[in-house]
């Protein structure tokens, strides 16, 4: 089966905004084992909303459609598909006052043009929107199936695997045909070298379709597998799965769903081991990625962001004598950092980092990119040095990653914890 998508916005066209619904959805697409067909972008434009639709549905058999549903004027694509549908649209009174109640349980003002977001195409099916005040819909069309879901990321991300997929395969799927999908996971490591280390691995006759997604600071490798039987797809999935774990296990933290940040909280959940965190170079980002696990408060007893030199010596204890003689970029203040964060917090882990992000800072000995990376326990405390070579950016958010890892497989009791 084939799938289009659609990304509607005069944002995403100028620049402003980065286009991230296209390969998330992408992404799904091809773990279930569909081909897109086409990707495109067009702006809030009834002219180029309707081509763009049409030459969309031209390719595939069905167009997953997101933006342009919001309140304000400039918020037509439902009226753009409808006039390329030759459609009426029609009020859902049941919509409309699901958005009335939902404005008045959080105490927002109403104003009329809120209406608008409960207004569809003649026929459409409704597709609720949990988080959102813009419920999506889907219609058939010619043989075809559009969907159109809102354009905010986090509601795409929750409507099109929890409805839209479904429905999708409700629709298009035949009763012959069962498809498998696999994810595998990596970190510390290139698409290049991925690719070389399966070269040896035959999948097309494991009947077993790869993909490579790279996605900073991870990628994925999704096995995919379409068969007459559920049992034979699993079976061919397990096969591969078996060779392309064996080859990459080293750099595997996580399978289809699971994250990173929920391998660690569920392992430290379950250990009943507490943790608490200073970071310098990764500015809170490693307790971000924590707490957005519910359930953190069971495990995560305090984040502690000290960056200058007198956070590192008020709140976590590093000698002043350290950070004159090492620097606070160094394995001893990383040392410091995460036993003084320990054991101020009454905890049974310490993670610290420190490093230098860029662009400037940079020294001939300790160049940017450079980073320590240290976890205590009590009895004793690892610490890594790592030289990272990108961005600003890139080198908080691998870092976090690095430090993740590093607690990973601590807590796996696996011999290397770096």
């Not at 005069?10 to 390969?23: A, C, H, P, R, Y």
């Not at 997953?64 to 004027?73: E, H, M, N």
């Not at 490693?286 to 007893?301: C, W």
Request: glycine content about 10%; overall charge neutral; proline content about 3%.
């Amino acid at each position: 089966m084939k799938v289009g998508i659609l990304t509607i916005g005069n944002e995403l066209i100028s620049g402003k905004t980065q286009d991230i619904n296209s390969s998330y959805i992408a992404r799904l697409v091809t773990a279930k084992g569909w081909q897109v067909a086409v990707t495109m972008s067009v702006p809030d434009d009834e002219n180029a909303i309707g081509g763009a639709l049409s030459y969309c549905m031209s390719l595939a058999e069905a167009v997953i459609v997101t933006g342009g549903l919001g309140p304000t004027a400039d918020d037509i694509t439902t009226e753009a598909i409808a006039r390329a549908c030759g459609l009426k649209l029609v009020t859902d009174e049941i919509v409309l006052a699901n958005i009335k109640e939902r404005f008045e349980k959080y105490q927002i003002r109403w104003t009329d043009n809120n209406a608008k977001q409960a207004v569809f195409p003649e026929g459409a099916e409704t597709i609720r929107n949990v988080i959102g005040t813009a419920w999506g819909y889907f219609l058939k069309r010619d043989g075809k199936i559009i969907f159109v879901v809102p354009g905010v990321p986090a509601e795409v991300q929750r409507m099109v695997p929890e409805s839209v997929l479904p429905i999708l395969r409700r629709e298009l799927e035949t009763s012959a045909s069962y498809i498998e999908s696999r994810t595998i996971k990596l970190s510390g490591i290139t698409e290049a070298r991925v690719d070389q280390i399966l070269a040896d691995v035959n999948f097309e006759a494991l009947g077993v379709d790869v993909g490579f997604y790279p996605g900073f600071p991870e990628i994925q490798v999704v096995l995919t597998a379409r068969y007459s039987t559920e049992q034979e797809a699993k079976a061919r999935i397990n096969t591969a799965e078996k060779h392309a774990s064996e080859r990459l296990q080293q750099y595997i933290f996580a399978y289809d769903q699971d994250t990173l940040e929920g391998i660690v909280a569920r392992l430290l959940t379950e250990k009943k081991l507490t943790l608490a965190v200073a970071e310098s170079c990764t500015g809170g980002l490693i307790t971000d990625r924590l707490t957005d696990i519910p359930g953190s408060s069971a495990f995560l007893e305090r984040g502690v962001i000290a960056y200058s030199n007198k956070s590192k010596t008020d709140l976590l204890g590093v000698s002043e004598d350290v950070l004159r003689d090492y620097g606070a970029v160094s394995e001893q203040a990383a040392i410091l950092m995460a036993e003084g964060v320990r054991s101020f917090g009454g905890c049974d882990l310490g993670l610290a980092t420190t490093g230098i992000a860029g662009p400037a800072g940079g020294t001939e000995e300790k160049p940017v990119g450079t980073v320590f990376i240290a976890l205590a326990d009590g009895r004793k405390t690892i610490c890594r040095h790592y030289s990272f070579r990108w961005e600003r950016r890139r080198n908080k958010t691998i870092t976090s990653q690095t430090a993740l890892m590093m607690l990973k497989r601590y807590l796996r009791g696996e011999s290397k914890h770096g």
